[in-house]
């Protein structure tokens, strides 16, 4: 990473930009916090989102946990793009210089009100410091995420301020807890929205969603939070079936390395040497550009997005998913095909061959990653127990949804699930009658004696939501779900379903990210 910023503010000599003045001695400094993430739910957000400051002082924003960011001052030029390519490597694409690079090397800039002024590519924990030295209003953005502005007022020194700087830092703390439980709760439903059709040979597609968006009108219509997880992250098929994975929030990828691991070739970024003179004496020798075996779909992918899969080779889709900012490819000048049409696909499917535990994951977000089990048609019993959850921080909404696969009418059925003993029924149509309480580990949670589900059909999504205990990550909070059933025919068994909480490892994923 170091490298890559080092390599990228040297090259960014080759714009010519307008640069604002010098340095003053800032009167008082003011932190600011850029971004958060808890478990699977991340923050794209300046905390505070507008704060009131006096000529002379300075902001010190830091980035917390999560991806990396930049702050940036436009002062009302156009946003720049965020990716570039290079005569020398048609086809190819690498971080704008202008981006990961910042604008002022040095010591602490100042800002006057006009000019473009940039931190570069900053990674979480690191920190960026700038002065203000004029009155005014000043919007300032990140570069790599659309949904993230914010403003800082600046008024005469010696003038009253509404807040104090340890006022303000006082409020970032549960600034940022609010907004992370409101991209919960606005994920929520966003998460178990699926959808399962039975085709006439008998199998089935089954829909997986990437991931969830949360929109505050106050900060504009583009995302500024997401859940990073597959929902269902961990699903039971059988051979023939189809899995579609749905990319409507934030660019992901879905991979499987096979047996053989990640490919040998498989890095964030490629190194390339380029002609003479092209690069200013001094600087490294080679400029990274983006790995395609990374970001473009594997040779086993269909233009259409589709592959067939038996668990034997590397399967990768691609980076997917335009989401809600239909203005992504202004950050793709000259980008080839292959990168904007799968940017802009919403879907990628794949038909499973062969009976096996396959382990996917994004190699953009390497801790949201997912389960395909497949088991021959023999085995698979005639009803599922479908599972999804997801959650705010502490309370974790369960969705469970049974489908019959079998010849005959299903005729009465127990669910239940494994959730952590001790965890507090906030509600519930079904459980113990409807009395919300504690529950063990395993508990039957609903009876359900007169149900009917004909052949094909399904019944549900049943709702439990739940207060997991203190201390508990409620990402790990869900196991697994079971169901008794009997049949129209008299048929009685058991099915479990897949465990659906992240318990097991992921898949041994390897490069760094930028």
């Known amino acids: 990473m170091k490298k890559l910023l080092l390599l990228l503010a040297v090259v960014s000599l080759w714009l010519v930009l307008p640069l604002g003045s010098g340095e003053v001695s800032a009167a008082t400094n003011w932190g600011w916090q850029v971004g958060g993430a808890l478990h699977d739910l991340e923050l794209l957000h300046f905390m505070p989102h507008s704060a009131t400051i006096g000529v002379g002082d300075s902001i010190t924003w830091t980035i917390a946990e999560g991806a990396p960011h930049t702050i940036t001052l436009m002062s009302g030029a156009p946003r720049l793009p965020t990716f570039a390519s290079l005569p020398f490597a048609p086809g190819r694409l690498t971080l704008n210089p202008a981006v990961a690079g910042p604008s002022h090397p ?86 178990r929205r699926t959808q399962t059709t039975v085709r006439s040979d008998g199998t089935t597609e089954w829909q997986v969603n990437t991931g969830g968006a949360w929109v505050s009108p106050a900060f504009g219509a583009i995302p500024q939070g997401f859940a990073d997880i597959f929902t269902p992250n961990r699903l039971s098929i059988h051979t023939g079936d189809t899995v579609r994975w749905n990319f409507t929030s934030a660019f992901h990828t879905v991979t499987f390395f096979g047996p053989a691991g990640p490919p040998a070739d498989l890095a964030f970024f490629d190194e ?82 062969k009976a096996g535990t396959y382990n996917y994951l994004c190699m953009v977000h390497p801790g949201m990653f997912g389960m395909i089990e497949v088991q021959d048609r023999a085995a698979w019993p005639p009803v599922h127990v479908e599972l999804t959850s997801q959650h705010d921080g502490q309370r974790v909404s369960y969705y469970a949804t049974l489908r019959n696969f079998g010849s005959s009418t299903v005729e009465g059925a127990t669910v239940a699930l494994e959730i952590p003993t001790g965890s507090q029924v906030v509600s519930s149509g079904y459980i113990h009658g409807g009395n919300p309480g504690a529950i063990t580990a395993r508990d039957v949670l609903w009876a359900l004696p007169n149900l009917n589900i004909a052949t094909g059909g399904a019944a549900g999504p049943f709702v439990l939501v739940v207060d997991v205990p203190t201390g508990t990550d409620p990402h790990t909070a869900l196991s697994q779900g079971w169901t008794a059933f009997r049949t129209a025919t008299g048929v009685t068994g058991t099915a479990v379903s897949v465990e659906v909480g992240p318990d097991a490892p992921p898949p041994p994923f390897p490069p760094p990210g930028p």
């Open 106 to 191: 040095g010591p602490t800039p100042t800002y006057n009100g006009s000019g473009f002024f940039n931190s570069g590519l900053l990674d979480p924990g690191m920190s960026w410091t700038l002065a203000f030295g004029t009155p005014g209003k000043f919007e300032f953005i990140c570069l790599l995420h659309r949904g993230m502005k914010a403003d800082v007022t600046v008024v005469a020194a010696g003038t009253p301020l509404p807040e104090t700087p340890e006022q303000v830092a006082a409020g970032i703390g549960p600034g940022v807890a609010d907004h992370i439980r409101a991209i919960g709760r606005a994920t929520t439903p966003q998460l």
């Open 272 to 353: 390339i040497r380029p002609p003479a003179g092209v690069l200013p004496p001094g600087a490294p020798p080679t400029i990274p550009f983006f790995n395609r075996t990374l970001f473009e779909p594997s040779s086993i992918v269909s233009a259409q997005g589709a592959a067939t899969y038996d668990g034997t080779v590397f399967l990768n889709s691609g980076l997917r998913g335009v989401g809600a900012d239909g203005t992504i490819l202004d950050d793709f000048p000259g980008a080839p095909a292959i990168y904007t049409d799968t940017m802009l696909s919403n879907g990628f499917t794949t038909t499973f061959t």
